[in-house]
């Protein structure tokens, strides 16, 4: 016994040497050895071990028990975790919320959208929302990065990703630009859309009465809109100088990245909820504001104070038949993409800047919910405006502008109308603003992360420099939107340039994470991130339901396009049609040329999927002659170290209970 005992001492001697050999040897500072202090951001490896498993450990960011273990990699991170928070709910509530999702209601029967709306998040919204979020802080990566670590075959979805945000900056800036315009025009001592018309013959008085100043206004004011498409006019130096405000604000914002937005975003995403508390407050004191409400919440509802004629003409259009419409059914998934910002890279982004271990699936339902809740509630606010509006004008809200006007005609006619109109417009467009830019430089963050995983730009390049370029060649770029036919163009970047290539590009994503990367890999790295293991109806909603379902709108969306092209809302003047009814505009069938733009809009993001799968695949196809190198920082490093990935992708999409 005492030989034995001898003995064990001795052994437990020689393990507490190896155990500071292997301290010594894991830690990448003899000096954090020294003060007990374990280094910052090493993965600490088993010299023990194989090569291969330590190679899996470090590619796995994994500590001991499953546990992630910080990477210091020299990526910024974010000052708290309550930035990240502020940062991503100010990226999801913007203009999407406020302005697109009322006028999305308003188009498409009203409550009946509310319908494929919440499907729309429950089967597609949620579940690609948690797939971005682990693919950036996972990875570590923006779009571009993160979809080639998963397969080199995959990294075209990050380019057309980068595509798609572009486009969306471009106009999204535009309607920032209206704010910008209307904030400065309420704070005149009178609205200018309260003031009387000019007087003339080329104006009919009937144009000019109470209930159609604010159109009068934003057409031959603000827009000084012509009769078509095809017919650019001027520039309208106003519109084009609030253009290049909006584009100068989102320089200053994301002047230092996120250590600039990051700050910013306490009060960009905190007064628009402030503002818009006060103006749902006020909005419940006018006239006409529950029947407003209850035209938001109650299918094929009809106002009380509606003439039996315009009654009959509601139950004659019969807004359920919205449900058998594609475009409902793209729009509301389209609207969750806008409101989540799925697809335009941000939300990678942002999480690229979290720290390993953060629970990203509880922000993640925490931000999908206030997001949500965000919209009804903004929702409620502009209904019970527009219910007040339509009862001054004896209307239908059905009948009251829509588009880009919504906001800018209906909603400032209403407060032109109230009490203290000047603080209540001033304090309407200034929310509206920050919800844009907001969502604005998360968009320009989102791509500049996307770029520091390419080789395209050089490594020495100041920051500060890249942001000011690309802003300044983004509002060169939207000049056209200044132009007299810019809110044409408006409208046709917001049909076309990201509906169909967000669905597309979703249904991708979801593929490479379910079928590419592999389920099961993905849901285990999932728990050790998170500690919540997702359980059968999330790995069916991601193998299954949700790319079978964008699969399902992008066919059937694509057909009917092909037999029913969208229109366009050509202004035609004041049109008197009868004593009582004023109309402005009439549809009309785009020009060949704006076709062209468009489909070049729809598909030249999604080519860069096929185009780098192929590159991928062609030394395998014809010898390595055919290699093509893409301009990506891990293709470049790979090459160094002369490895790569397989070009083979492996599907390991099983379901495990």
Known sequence: RSFKLSYYNEYKSYLSLVSSCHLLISSSSFMGVLNQVEPRGKVVTNPLASVEDNYDAVDKNEGKDGEVEEVDDGRERWGSELEFILSTIGSVVGLGNLWRFPIKVKEYGGAVFLIPYFTMLLIEGIPLFLVEMFIGQKFRAGCIGGFYKIHKALSG?????????????????????????????SLSKTLPWAKDCPEGDTIPQACCNDSVKSQYYWYYEVTRITGSINDAGTFNWELTLSLLAAW??????????????????????????????????????????????????????????????????????????????PYCWLEAASQIFYSLSLGFGSCIAFAS??????????????????????????????????????????????????????????VSEAIAKIPAPQLWSALFFLML?????????????????????????????????????????????????????????????????????????????????????????????????????????????????????????????????????????????????????????ESENYPVWAWIFAFFLMFSSFLFIPVCAVITYLPKWLGPSYEIKLPLVAEYEESKMGGGKEGDIEMKGAVSA
């Open 157 to 185: 979805i990050g380019f057309a990703t980068w595509m798609i945000a572009f486009y969306t900056n471009l106009y999204y800036n535009a309607i920032v630009m209206y704010t910008i315009y209307y904030f400065f025009a």
């Open 248 to 325: 100068v604000t989102c320089f200053l914002c994301m002047l230092k990245g996120i250590k600039t937005s990051g700050k910013v975003v306490y009060v960009t995403a905190v007064f628009p909820f402030v503002a818009l508390i006060g103006l749902f407050i006020m909005s419940m004191t006018l006239d006409g504001a529950s029947e407003g409400v209850k035209y938001f919440f109650v299918p094929s509802y009809k106002m009380s104070f509606l003439t039996d004629e315009q009654k009959a003409a509601i139950d004659a259009d019969n807004p359920w038949k919205n449900l058998y419409n």
């Open 353 to 410: 800047y979290n720290d390993p271990k953060t629970n990203f699936y509880k922000h993640a339902l925490g931000v999908s919910v206030v997001n949500s809740a965000s919209s009804m509630f903004a929702g409620i606010t502009i209904f019970a405006i527009l219910g007040y509006s339509a009862k001054q004008n004896s209307a239908s809200i059905g009948d009251l502008s829509t588009g880009t006007g919504l906001a800018f005609i209906s």
């Open 433 to 585: 603003f920050m919800l844009g830019i907001d969502s604005q430089f998360a968009g320009v963050e989102g791509m500049m992360t996307a770029l520091d995983d390419t080789t395209l730009i050089p490594k020495r390049l100041h920051r500060t420099a890249l942001i000011g370029g690309f802003c300044g060649i983004s509002f060169l770029i939207g000049l056209p939107f200044g132009m007299q036919n810019g809110e044409y163009l408006v409208t046709l970047f917001d049909n076309f340039s990201a509906n169909f290539p967000l669905m597309l590009v979703a249904f991708f994503e979801v593929i490479s994470i379910s079928w590419v990367y592999g389920i099961n890999r993905f849901c285990t790295e999932f728990q050790q991130m998170t500690g919540y293991y997702p359980n059968i109806i999330w790995r069916m909603l991601w193998l299954v339901i949700t790319p079978l379902s964008l699969l399902a709108i992008l066919i059937y969306t694509l057909v009917d396009q092909l037999t029913n092209p969208i229109k366009y809302d050509a202004f035609v003047g004041c049109n008197l049609t009868n004593s009582s009814d004023v109309t402005w505009t």
